[in-house]
């Protein structure tokens, strides 16, 4: 269901599709989708993350990826012309002029290196051909008008000396400084508190309302866009499944997938533990391997002529997404198995095929250039550090050995990466591993990993020798670093109990070879090696019974 499309309206998109070349084929991430907005009124955007609803905002600002390919029936029409077929130089004029965006994310879409006044001034001289002298006032003004304490003093600030309310109220500032008609604000308080939350959307709305803007709020918050839209569309896979007068939406929600998303918010009179609905608001997408090995075979020399066998026509694969657990006792070659699909050793023979590329053909140069998308976590993380060099050079070296970025870029990265893993840049940057607990030793260890933003995360016995708390917090981390990155992870342990929790399917090795591979859930219920069963057997009856195999 979707409003009419008016000509009297500030914005009409009519029949707008998109569509992204992906490994897996074209993904439609914006379906002919169809709605109006009108001056001064409010139209939120909710949906399951990747339904698309940042994607249909970039659309229409024109943000898309140069790959993306945009139908020649789309129509995104703003004060009667159609987007769509301007000239850049025209769409220069309205976007930033008369189009605005807030992005979620303030860090990332403020220049770290440029002080706040300067760049809104930037703005004001782009779109308004104003003076400097007259940018510079006006900018201390915008940061007066958005609830900034001290507007002359943060205007010469830089993003990292302001707190996360004040960049988005800068955001803002920036976003409204040539007084646009239209307005998209893209989860814009997702990071912040709840009262920062609405201090930031009670700016919008006054400001919205004094100046008669129309303006899209794009939020997964429900509660959010109940409260604060005059209607909202539901977006799933790319369409607008549902589009009514906000009240009455959330009142009679028509669609099965509407009524998910209100199952899946947390309620305060609900008791604790009550288990939330999910759903996913991304198209099905067929799996596919991202890495697969064939009749893997590794043997080491031992003097001039015994050669031990340690692994035997080993193949597995693991999907893009999936975690592969893969477990046996020590000496079994796992952590073997894990070196080769790295290169730090080459196998006797076999195929190791990564997004479909044999990597025990490539040249020394192409390794070079698919080595950023495969890293690994070691079992030691206290030794795999050097303990010469300072923690923050540590994360940023596989950067420099890449030649990925010069030294701030590194820097910048490596403490971004520090924050993501929950260590303290501040505290932390300039310190020797040797100060560092064991833990947060593990913690620099995955930064130092996911720096080059790998899509294949290898961990060998990442958690065996840390005490069960800190075991928990690294394989919690592990989880959301994995949905944060949308990585693919090949999981090394011998404690099954670990394996289980982590692993979508585990496989199980004996004496270099492939016992069995199956379905986690399967394979700890239903094991059909006798090697399977002799390790679900050793496990502790505790653990069983929590199962409720026994």
Do not use: W
């Not at 269901?1 to 707008?16: E, I, P, W």
């Not at 958690?463 to 944060?484: G, W, Y």
């Amino acid at each position: 269901m979707t409003a009419a499309f008016g000509r009297s309206s500030l914005l009409n998109v009519k029949d707008l599709q998109a569509v992204l070349p992906t490994r897996h084929g074209p993904l439609k991430v914006v379906d002919q989708v169809s709605f109006s907005l009108h001056r001064g009124r409010t139209l939120g955007l909710v949906g399951g993350s990747g339904s698309g609803k940042s994607m249909l905002a970039k659309a229409i600002m024109g943000l898309l990826p140069l790959d993306a390919l945009v139908s020649p029936n789309s129509v995104v029409e703003f004060k009667g012309r159609n987007l769509l077929n301007l000239t850049a130089k025209q769409k220069r004029r309205i976007i930033g002029h008369e189009i605005a965006m807030v992005f979620q994310d303030p860090m990332t879409s403020l220049n770290p290196v440029m002080k706040i006044g300067k760049q809104i001034s930037e703005v004001l001289r782009c779109h308004l051909k104003v003076s400097r002298a007259m940018a510079g006032k006006r900018a201390v003004e915008l940061l007066d008008s958005v609830g900034i304490l001290s507007p002359e003093l943060r205007a010469g600030q830089y993003p990292h000396q302001l707190s996360g309310g004040l960049r988005q109220r800068v955001a803002i500032a920036i976003a409204l400084s040539c007084g646009p008609k239209l307005i998209i604000a893209d989860e814009p308080t997702t990071a912040l508190d709840a009262t920062v939350q609405a201090g930031i959307l009670d700016l919008l709305g006054r400001i919205q309302e004094e100046r008669q803007m129309g303006m899209i709020l794009i939020s997964h918050d429900l509660g959010v866009v109940a409260g604060r839209t005059h209607e909202t569309a539901v977006m799933h896979a790319g369409k607008i499944v549902e589009h009514a007068p906000t009240d009455e939406l959330f009142r009679h929600m028509q669609t099965p997938y509407t009524r998910s998303l209100m199952a899946a918010v947390p309620r305060i009179s609900d008791p604790p533990h009550t288990k939330l609905q999910t759903m996913s608001g991304q198209q099905p997408v067929k799996p596919k391997a991202l890495l697969v090995t064939r009749m893997l075979t590794i043997a080491y020399r031992i003097g001039f002529k015994t050669e031990i066998q340690a692994v035997s026509k080993v193949s597995f694969e693991i999907n893009a997404g999936e975690t592969l657990g893969l477990v046996g006792e020590s000496g079994c070659g796992k952590s073997s198995v894990a070196r080769a699909i790295i290169r730090l050793l080459t196998p006797i023979s076999g195929r190791i095929c990564y997004d479909g590329e044999d990597l025990l053909k490539c040249t020394s140069r192409r390794l070079k250039e698919i080595r950023p998308g495969i890293q690994m976590i070691f079992q030691d993380a206290v030794a795999s550090l050097n303990p010469g060099r300072k923690i923050g050079r540590a994360i940023e070296e596989p950067l420099r050995v890449l030649g990925k970025a010069d030294r701030h870029e590194r820097e910048r990265r490596a403490r971004l990466m520090m924050k993501a893993v929950g260590l303290d840049p501040d505290l932390l940057y300039d310190r020797n591993p040797h100060e560092l607990s064991v833990g947060q030793c593990q913690r620099v260890s995955i930064a130092r990993a996911l720096i080059t933003r790998p899509r294949l995360l290898i961990c060998d016995e990442p958690v065996s020798s840390l005490d069960v708390s800190i075991q928990a917090k690294i394989l919690r981390l592990l989880e959301e670093m994995k949905k944060r990155f949308d990585l693919t992870m090949l999981f090394i342990s011998h404690d099954l109990a670990v394996v289980k929790h982590i692993s979508d399917r585990v496989a199980v090795m004996r004496e270099g070879a492939l016992c069995e591979i199956a379905d986690a859930e399967a394979l700890y219920r239903s094991p059909t090696h006798p090697y399977s069963k002799m390790l679900i057997a050793s496990m502790p009856d505790e653990f069983l019974v929590s199962m409720g195999i026994v």
